[in-house]
């Protein structure tokens, strides 16, 4: 259970990282200006033509009776539009991190070098379009997964009682766990962490991944502040990064930082457990 507040803590960390370096703030705003633009362009068209869609894929149900067609259809489209929220707040980040991966590769350096005992960051030694393609690649890897979840947290809504209880409550950690694989990639492709052993890594400490990733998909189901919680959640993601790879950490500058690395459960080897 102590992972769920170091997971927590991380996540308040990078904000006030972020917070008190204005200028790597105000940078990393700018990917997710632009997505969000994208997204709620998206959103908007689900909303208005949401209907039209779901009357069009349910023929079967144009001798309906009133009031039985419009309930079975109004609920479809509810559903529909939620399946859209939750595929939007899993893809936001991968989304905004691949248009923004120059803006939040030189954040996440820079964190490190300033938490760092040596004041050096570790550095991929690849060229930018190389780390691009590896990022996307990845990213997309990791939306396909969070797809397949999608469609089956959309099926489990239809039973009764548990699709209106567990079911939100899974695809929230669900969405948090993938939302804190795509924030945390951001440091470990530096470190030439493959996407296989990323995967192994967050799985071995799940309890520290969804505190981090937990509250931050919560806060991210409220619109606009994704966008303004993105710069500090890829800080975070650096500094707990570290952690994950059992790397030192000086305390930060306000007197808050890391608790000693022997105080913490010990790291897990990528390749296994």
């Known amino acids: 259970m102590r992972d769920l ?13 972020v917070a008190r370096h204005g200028k790597q703030y105000g940078f990393g705003l700018i990917p997710g200006l632009i997505t969000m633009v994208l997204y709620v362009a998206a959103l908007v068209g689900l909303a208005l033509w949401g209907e039209d869609f779901v009357s069009w894929s349910t023929p079967f149900a144009d001798d309906w009776s009133s009031p039985w067609q419009g309930l079975f259809r109004g609920f479809l489209t509810a559903v529909l539009f939620a399946l859209g929220l939750l595929l939007s707040v ?4 991968a989304v905004t991190l691949l248009i923004g991966q120059p803006f939040y590769e030189n954040l996440s350096e820079k964190v490190d070098r300033d938490v760092s005992p040596d004041g050096t960051a570790p550095e991929s030694g690849l060229p930018l379009w190389r780390e ?4 996307g690649r990845d990213s997309l890897r990791i939306v ?3 797809a397949l979840w999608g469609v089956l ?3 489990l809504g239809f039973i009764p009682v548990v699709g209106q209880t567990a079911v939100p409550v899974i ?4 969405t948090g766990f993938f939302l804190t694989e795509e924030l945390t990639a951001v440091a470990l492709q530096r470190r030439r962490v493959e996407l296989r052993d990323r995967l192994t890594m967050l799985r071995s400490r799940k309890t520290l991944i969804w505190g981090f990733g937990v509250p931050l998909a919560a806060a991210f189901l409220v619109p606009f502040v994704a966008v303004f919680l993105m710069p500090g959640a890829v800080a975070g993601a650096t500094l ?3 952690e994950l790879m059992g790397e030192e950490t000086e305390e930060e500058k306000d007197g ?5 690395f022997g105080d913490r459960p010990a790291p897990t080897s990528p390749s296994g457990v």
Request: overall charge positive; charged content about 15%; glycine content about 12%.
């Open 5 to 17: 507040g170091t997971g927590f803590r991380y996540l308040l960390r990078g904000q006030r990282w």
């Open 90 to 93: 899993i893809t936001f980040t």
């Open 132 to 135: 691009l393609w590896i990022s």
């Open 144 to 146: 396909l997964r969070a």
């Open 153 to 155: 947290l959309f099926a």
């Open 171 to 174: 695809g929230v950690c669900v």
């Open 240 to 242: 707990m990064a570290r």
């Open 256 to 260: 808050e930082g890391a608790a000693p």
